[in-house]
């Protein structure tokens, strides 16, 4: 299958790795066929999500892992119902970045609103947390120190 992509050009892809998202993502809900591209190599960082219908849109991902982000949360039965995973380990998360403009530019993430990917499925949603809890420990030579707020 071809497809055109501002970012990447024109790319020829296999159907089978379409990743649909059967309500879209918010503020884009008409836009539900992407395409998972990353960069060359054993451990890519940043991944893209390019939309296979507006050729414009393009998401940079990450997997929140390598931020040290991990979640807790519980789909409701319709989520469940729409990704159909049968095994935890087909679960992929990602969190969409975005680059603010302040005095000091940044890369940050959207952390009340990662992406569940069913991965063997390739279906895909948005959730969208309205409480995101943060557990951060700091370690000092011979004590150690937890910190537990909400954001």
Known sequence: MEIKSR??????IDPSTIINFP????GFEDQTRFKLFHQEGDNPLVFWLQSLDDEALVFSV???SIFNINYNFA???AEEAML???DPADTLLLIIL????SDQPTVKGAMKSPLV???AKRIG???VLTEVEQSITLTEASNEINVTGSV
């Open 7 to 12: 970012f990447f050009g024109e790319q020829t």
């Open 23 to 26: 309500n879209g993502i918010p």
């Open 125 to 127: 949603l948005q959730k």
């Open 62 to 64: 990450a997997q929140p």
């Open 84 to 86: 159909g995973i049968e």
């Open 98 to 101: 975005h680059k603010d403009e």
């Open 117 to 119: 990917i069913n991965v």
């Open 75 to 77: 789909l409701n039965d």
